[in-house]
Nanobody, 124 residues
Framework: QVQLVESGGGLVQAGGSLRLSCAASGRTFNTWVMGWFRQAPGKEREFVAAIRWSGGKTYYADSVKGRFTISRDNVERTAFLRMNSLKPEDTAVYYC?????????????????WGQGTQVTVSS
């Protein structure tokens, strides 16, 4: 069993920055991919970014490219999402998730494990 715990959410003004963390515990593999998704009120959960645990290849949604950076610490089994130049439309609950392949990383149905979510609110 795998557990994922997010942290780092909060309230920030537009243009500000936040860094989210997702700590994984339990059985994980180097072939796995960690993803970040977000869900705003009344909207579907959408892909934000993902990173391959081995090799560090990254993937981003167009809406966050150039503003968000995903990274990971293999030793600590923790993934990070650095969010810069935040906009009010980035307001959402952010979830990290883990899957065991890098096929179509934007498809949330392919993720096996999910964290509980952390709220990010960007004020205008």
């Amino acid at each position: 069993q795998v557990q994922l715990v997010e942290s780092g959410g909060g309230l920030v003004q537009a243009g500000g920055s936040l860094r989210l963390s997702c700590a994984a515990s339990g059985r994980t593999f180097n072939t796995w991919v960690m993803g970040w998704f977000r869900q705003a009120p009344g909207k579907e959960r959408e892909f934000v970014a993902a990173i391959r645990w081995s090799g560090g290849k990254t993937y981003y949604a167009d809406s966050v490219k150039g503003r968000f950076t995903i990274s990971r610490d293999n030793v600590e089994r923790t993934a990070f999402l650095r969010m810069n130049s935040l906009k009010p439309e980035d307001t959402a609950v952010y979830y990290c998730a883990l899957r065991n392949s890098d096929y179509d990383v934007a498809d949330r149905s392919g993720y096996n494990y999910w964290g509980q979510g952390t709220q990010v609110t960007v004020s205008s």
